[in-house]
């Protein structure tokens, strides 16, 4: 039996689609049709109805589907706990933070660790994403949040003080020291705790302003912020060190949620993610004191 074509058919099933399918698994569409239809004949059942309006999932293919996905999760499990049990300081480690951090310091900061483990693969992804750390989609994330997950394990790293910043140009010519209503807002529109603050503070602070543009990252709400396209709340170890950048009066310096590293339970065996682990909080020890700011 080709396991494959079951890969193939949960990616369909998901999307209600082909085509979504194909693109997220970056084959050809007609790819995806033929591995569909080996798995039906094979399995002698009809797993979607096609039509001029796209697919529809029997109910055949449902209950295939839901057994698909509960094998995917055990072997996911298994994944995680042979990854724990590796006391090799070699293989790939799936990390996840902000892009901010990254970018700001923890890249920088991370070179002496690939040169002292040259045989530990590092793969950076976004931490604004909901990973999920048990199905092997990241194995440390860096996370900002009061309530860390339950089924997760890890240590609070500090939090982030917070500012609402214009460059001094935007500043100066809206007249916002003296009115702010005519100025635009450059929003937070990532999920999670600090997308609830930040609408928190701009209803407080800001209030009625209107809300220009939305962006999923911080780099690019600070570019956009940066391109005198408006207002909007930065980090202060960004707003305060550029000298593009006025940090406004009309709100104080807040905290952001705190940041926590977190990987899984079956993973804390593993050396490299120990390692790793115990390198990215040294590096937040040494710059707590600049992501604190006026708070520390």
């Known amino acids: 039996m ?14 209600a689609s082909v085509r979504g399918a194909a693109d997220e698994l970056e084959v050809n569409p007609s790819t995806v049709t033929r591995r569909l239809d080996n798995l039906e ?14 697919l529809r999932i029997t109910r055949e293919g449902a209950d295939v589907a839901r057994r698909v996905n509960e094998v995917g999760i ?15 300081l070699q293989g790939r480690i799936r990390l996840a933070v902000p892009d901010v951090l990254a970018t700001r310091f923890v890249l920088a900061d991370l070179a002496p660790f690939t040169e002292e483990y040259p045989a530990i693969d590092i793969e950076l992804l976004t931490g604004y994403q909901d990973l999920n750390i048990g199905q092997g989609e990241a194995d440390i994330v860096i ?3 009061d309530t860390p997950p339950d089924h997760l394990v890890g ?5 982030v003080a917070l500012a609402a910043y214009g460059s001094t140009e935007y500043v100066a010519n809206h007249q916002v020291l003296v009115d702010y209503q005519g100025a635009a807002w450059i ?3 990532s999920k999670g705790e600090v997308m609830d603050l930040y609408a928190q503070l701009r209803e407080r602070y800001f209030s009625n302003i209107h809300v220009h543009i939305r962006c999923d990252q911080i780099q690019m709400q600070y570019t956009a912020i940066r391109a005198h396209m408006g207002l909007g709340i930065l980090p202060c ?10 940090r406004l009066p009309h709100m104080p310096v807040q905290q952001s ?3 926590w590293l977190l990987t899984h339970p079956d993973l804390r065996g593993a050396r490299r993610i120990k390692v790793l682990s115990d390198f990215l909080r040294g590096i937040f020890e040494q710059r707590e004191r600049e992501l604190l700011g006026d708070l520390a």
Do not use: C
């Not at 055990?74 to 090799?88: F, P």
């Not at 240590?155 to 939090?159: A, E, F, G, I, V």
């Not at 170890?237 to 006025?246: A, K, R, S, T, Y």
């Open 143 to 145: 996370r900002a949040t």
């Open 41 to 54: 004949q094979r399995l002698g059942v009809l797993l979607f109805t096609r039509s001029p309006q796209g």
């Open 74 to 88: 055990q072997l996911a499990r298994i994944e995680t706990e042979l990854k724990g049990h590796d006391q090799k």
């Open 187 to 189: 929003d937070w529109a």
């Open 237 to 246: 170890i960004i707003g305060d060190n550029d000298p593009e950048l006025l």
């Open 257 to 259: 949620p705190m940041l």
């Open 2 to 15: 080709d396991w494959d074509d079951f890969r193939y058919f949960s990616a369909t099933a998901r999307h």
């Open 155 to 159: 240590r609070p790293l500090t939090r």
